[in-house]
């Protein structure tokens, strides 16, 4: 691993299958639990300092789509939404939310997952100042950790940098959508590359690794074959 200077080491970790897609019911297919297993393996292994999603895979994944009422939180606005929040909960394992609106109904400070690659990560919510503060009430309250990078897009860099600042996050695996995967690839943000084939085929309306990606090249650094026909892909800028 290249130590970045003023970022974390970003690793894109991903199951996919044999025609590129990274999302859809082909993950929960009986053909693709295989892959399945080895993927959270390998995350394990990577042993980052955190995870990185799209709100749309948070949601998916942990918060299962509830949202918090903001209406009872009117008298507790923030009037300062341009400063960071480092909670005194932060503990050095995180789940990185880029979440630019600020959507995401969190119940706690952590994650509470059956992995052990995803329990008890300290949620950072990363936003655009643009923010209803009543929703940085709401992460305050229950020691969620927030930080600010952009007016009302996200700019990666700024939020990348401030997690190796105010968090001493130096390496990170980048697992979200292809939304969120594509915009980090167009900013060449993406160290490396940790692919886990699942011998299956996708549906036409799932989504590829990268969204509207640009041209990139990367070396390959490793090929593993695994049981029941799984396959890992390395690769390195």
């Known amino acids: ?44 292994d990577y042993a980052a300092d955190g995870f990185a999603c799209g709100r749309v895979t ?11 009422d903001l209406n009872v939180l009117d008298g507790k606005a923030l009037p300062d939404s341009g400063s960071d929040f480092v909670s005194d909960k932060a503990d050095g394992f995180y789940a990185v939310a880029f979440d630019r609106k600020g ?15 995803y329990d008890r990560a300290h949620i950072i919510e990363v936003l655009c100042k643009k923010t209803d503060s009543r929703y940085l009430a709401y992460l305050k309250s229950i020691g969620v950790s927030y930080i600010f990078a952009g007016d009302a897009e996200l700019d990666l860099t700024l939020a990348l940098s401030k997690l190796k ?13 292809s939304i969120i995967n594509g915009a980090f690839q167009r900013d060449g943000l993406i160290d490396e590359i940790s692919l886990v084939i699942a011998p299956v085929a996708a549906e036409k309306e799932d989504k590829p690794l990268f969204s509207d990606s640009i041209y990139n090249s990367f070396v390959l650094k490793d090929v593993r074959q695994y049981p029941d026909s799984v396959v890992w892909l390395n690769y390195i800028r």
């Open 1 to 44: 691993m290249k130590t970045q200077e003023n970022r974390p080491y970003i690793i894109c970790h991903m199951t996919q299958s044999v025609d590129g897609k990274v999302t859809g019911d082909f993950l929960s297919r009986r053909e693709s639990a295989a892959a399945v297993d080895v993927y959270y393996q390998i995350n394990r």
């Open 165 to 177: 600042r105010l968090f001493g996050i130096e390496k990170l695996l980048l697992e979200g959508g």
């Open 103 to 117: 959507r995401l109904g969190w119940k706690g400070a952590c994650i509470e997952d059956s992995d052990p690659g």
């Open 58 to 68: 948070m949601e998916g994944s942990f918060t299962g789509g509830w949202s918090p």
